[in-house]
T-cell receptor, first 110, second 108 residues
Framework: DVKVTQSSRYLVKRTGEKVFLECVQD?????MFWYRQDPGLGLRLIYF???????EKGDIPEGYSVSREKKERFSLILESASTNQTSMYLC?????????FGNGTRLTVT | EDQVTQSPEALRLQEGESSSLNCSYT??????LFWYRQDPGKGPEFLFT???AGEEKEKERLKATLTKKESFLHITAPKPEDSATYLC?????????FGTGTSLTVIP
């Protein structure tokens, strides 16, 4: 069965901190994605990657960067966390068809 | 502009009261439509993929249908454990577009 694992379910960070969100998939899929989900705004694409060391900006990349050094791992980095980055962050992986999501990381920036 | 709209935003049903959720889309070059279930505090769980108008998929009390402009998720005789947010997404090219979801509450 498909499995996407996000390393933390809940994180609390202070403004200005550098934050790393980790995601691992066990499906050998090329494509991986980072979304954030906010009430009333739905899912918004931050970054995606279609291969190792490859990355593409999504709709809202400002304030974020990503790293994909290995096929199974896709990291989201908040260079200097701000309160408006408080959100639910969802990682997903995709092979031929649907996106498969992890259980999300609820990040609070204070 | 490509977009996906779900209605209603929220739906309350009595246990056993069947209903339908709607997902309408305006995209060019639809390659697939997906339904997900999302429980509070968790990631979306994949339910169905539909590829072409007329296609139907079923799973337990859920049935998804697709036309050229919209998809319906029919819920037959729902139970309280069906309470969740149901998300619709479409893919065109390599781009996914998500609706904002329908929050379903089934009352015992």
């Amino acid at each position: 069965d498909v499995k996407v694992t996000q390393s933390s379910r809940y994180l609390v960070k202070r403004t200005g901190e550098k934050v790393f969100l980790e995601c691992v998939q066990d499906m050998d899929h090329e494509n991986m994605f980072w979304y954030r989900q906010d009430p009333g705004l739905g899912l918004r694409l931050i970054y995606f990657s279609y291969d190792v060391k490859m990355k593409e900006k999504g709709d809202i990349p400002e304030g974020y960067s990503v790293s994909r050094e290995k096929k199974e791992r896709f990291s989201l980095i908040l260079e200097s966390a701000s309160t408006n980055q408080t959100s639910m962050y969802l990682c997903a992986a995709r092979g031929d068809s649907p996106l498969h999501f992890g259980n999300g990381t609820r990040l609070t920036v204070t | 502009e490509d977009q996906v709209t779900q209605s209603p935003e929220a739906l309350r049903l009595q246990e056993g009261e069947s209903s339908s959720l709607n997902c309408s889309y305006t995209v060019s070059g639809l390659r697939g439509l997906f339904w997900y279930r999302q429980d509070p505090g968790k990631g979306p769980e994949f339910l169905f993929t539909l590829y072409s108008a007329g296609e139907e998929k079923e799973k337990e009390r859920l049935k998804a249908t697709l036309t050229k402009k919209e998809s319906f998720l029919h819920i037959t005789a729902p139970k309280p454990e069906d309470s969740a947010t149901y998300l619709c997404a479409v893919i065109t090219g390599n781009q996914f577009y998500f609706g904002t979801g329908t929050s379903l509450t089934v009352i015992p």
